[in-house]
């Protein structure tokens, strides 16, 4: 008995090491208490509201979509709109869009020309918001060292205002029907007021910042881009829909967990859509490719303005919205105020 006494007494544990495993311990349980409120060691919740109150946070994006509004409203339209006169040539010799500008500007004021190789020969793209006179286009084309014979084959295509106007109000119009439809499927999925106004929100002012960028690119409005802005609508209310359903349906997580767990998908869908964008901007630059050029860049200008009215507007609505329903229960519904904690 003895023995086995003094075993015992052998493998206690010293009084030093159980104060080195307690405190492992705690410090074992309170990163674990952290990393609950962490998704991947990002506490994007923490960082941004905990610093800055979500009242002031939630109002910067609206600001700027303000400010952004006179310039949004006068987007430089292309000819499709405006109607003008646009010009194709196909040819074996080389030409540069320099030389080109020099021929045709001395009759064409407002000018757009791209050039690029096609198969060994140059394609030519000539577009100006003016009329391009049969004169102008045998003048400067033989100033160019065309033959007569090869001008005579050119034909321009000519856009009548008429036509650009009827197809700016059928591209409203469509656009608003999407619009339309955008507000009716937000309200049957949350059958809430305020959630839904916040998505709907969002994807305007993604919208109407868009188009602020774009006027001050100096990026003319063409049928691609309004066919973009219609795609960004979908864009935007993804990543709205997405943080708001992970904030009020998920059930057994506090709110920081959720906005952490939905800004880490969000932010990683953004970012491919980003990227996958930004790659079309800069292969079309290459080739001339106008149209896909313009959706690309319409997209990029809408997903910068996507993260600050979802992960700045949006959450702190959503805050509010949460703090409001568990300050209101068992008061009256008329007593509420958007500045209230």
Not at 247 to 255: D, R
Not at 263 to 271: L, R, V
Request: aromatic residues 10%; charged residues 15%; hydrophobic residues 45%.
């Amino acid at each position: 008995m003895r023995s086995s006494s003094k075993s015992l007494r052998a493998v206690e544990t010293p009084a030093s090491e159980k104060s080195f495993i307690n405190l492992n311990t705690q410090f074992t349980n309170f990163s674990r208490q952290r990393y609950k409120y962490t998704v991947g060691g990002m506490d994007y919740y923490g960082k941004t509201f905990g610093r800055f109150d979500y009242r002031i946070l939630m109002f910067i994006v609206p600001i700027v979509g303000l400010l952004l509004l006179p310039m949004a409203l006068n987007v430089p339209l292309g000819i499709d709109f405006t109607g003008g006169t646009e010009i194709q040539i196909l040819t074996d010799k080389q030409l540069t869009v320099q030389g080109i500008d020099g021929a045709f500007g001395q009759c064409v004021q407002d000018l757009r020309t791209s050039v690029q190789d096609v198969e060994g020969k140059t394609a030519v793209i000539i577009r100006s918001k003016g009329d391009i006179s049969g004169d102008c286009i045998d003048s400067s084309l033989t100033q160019l060292g065309f033959p007569q014979e090869e001008i005579s084959k050119i034909v321009p295509s000519t856009f009548r205002p008429e036509l650009g106007r009827t197809l700016l109000d059928r591209g409203a119009q469509v656009f608003m029907i999407a619009v339309i439809l955008m507000i009716i499927i937000v309200f049957i999925a949350f059958r809430t007021v305020i959630p839904s106004i916040a998505v709907i929100s969002a994807a305007l002012f993604d919208i109407l910042i868009a188009l602020g960028l774009l006027s001050i690119l100096g990026v003319e409005m063409t049928l691609a881009g309004v066919a973009a802005l219609m795609m960004l609508i979908g864009y935007s209310v993804d990543t709205d829909i997405m943080l708001t359903s992970r904030t009020l349906k998920q059930a057994g997580k506090t709110f920081e967990q959720s906005v952490n767990e939905a800004f880490t998908t969000g932010i990683t869908m953004t970012g491919t859509t980003f990227a996958a964008m930004l790659s079309i901007v800069i292969v079309t630059e290459f080739f001339q490719m106008a149209a896909l050029q313009q959706i690309g860049i319409v997209i990029l200008c809408g997903l910068i303005a996507d993260v600050g009215t979802t992960w700045l507007t949006n959450v702190g609505i959503l805050n509010w919205y949460v703090k409001r329903s568990k300050g209101r229960a068992g008061k009256s519904r008329f007593k509420f105020s958007l500045f209230r904690s």
